[in-house]
């Protein structure tokens, strides 16, 4: 199915603000970047805000999609897809135009708990908190909830570090973490 203009749209400004920021981005460079003209754009969006939400909607299906099911293809038991959960990261770390975390950078820019940006990026990092539980809590871990949260600060860490080029191989660093986490998380059940 061919997508329609709105969607052409949020797709092309999802490019615009992962690869420049938010607030970097203006209206007359996301209408020279989408090649949509300001009329058309606020015909679909009546706001900035708006498009940066339907943008991070966006992300967040496509990441988390793309994610889940490569964690899935990685490895087939829930004890093996928390490791290889890393090694989906490294995937992404190499992918041209890399440009790490959109969602940290969304509730970096609007920092207030309250924004609905903010909500929105919080909101992504939720959906993945709760998949990484499920993870754990179908492997057996006594206290997936904990387990999942330590997990995901190794994944955000990784993500900084690949951003900032503080290491050669920041997946697999996380990932050598994260086997001893498990380690010990397991051995005190």
């Known amino acids: 199915m061919r997508p329609n203009k709105k969607d052409e749209l949020v797709e092309k400004a999802l490019e615009v603000f992962y690869r420049n920021g938010f607030h970097a981005t203006g209206m007359d460079l996301l209408v020279r970047e989408t090649c949509v003209s300001k009329t058309s754009m606020y015909k679909h969006f009546r706001t900035k805000e708006e498009l940066i939400l339907a943008a991070l909607q966006l992300r967040d299906l496509r990441f988390r999609g793309w994610y ?22 490294g995937e992404w770390f190499r992918e ?6 959109m969602f940290v950078k969304a509730s970096a820019e609007f920092q207030h708990p309250d924004h609905v940006i903010h909500q929105q990026a919080a909101a992504h990092k939720h959906l993945l908190l709760d998949y990484v539980t499920g993870l754990a809590r179908a492997a057996g871990y006594p206290d997936p909830e904990t387990l999942a949260r330590q997990l995901l600060l190794l994944k955000e860490g990784a993500i900084t570090a690949a951003v900032m080029g503080d290491s050669a191989d920041p997946a697999g660093d996380a990932k050598a973490a994260a086997a001893i986490l498990l380690a010990a998380a397991r051995a005190v059940a």
């Open 68 to 89: 889940t099911a490569r964690v899935a293809a990685l490895a087939t038991t829930p004890q093996d897809q928390l490791l290889v959960m890393f090694d989906a990261l």
């Open 96 to 101: 041209d135009g890399f440009c790490g975390c």
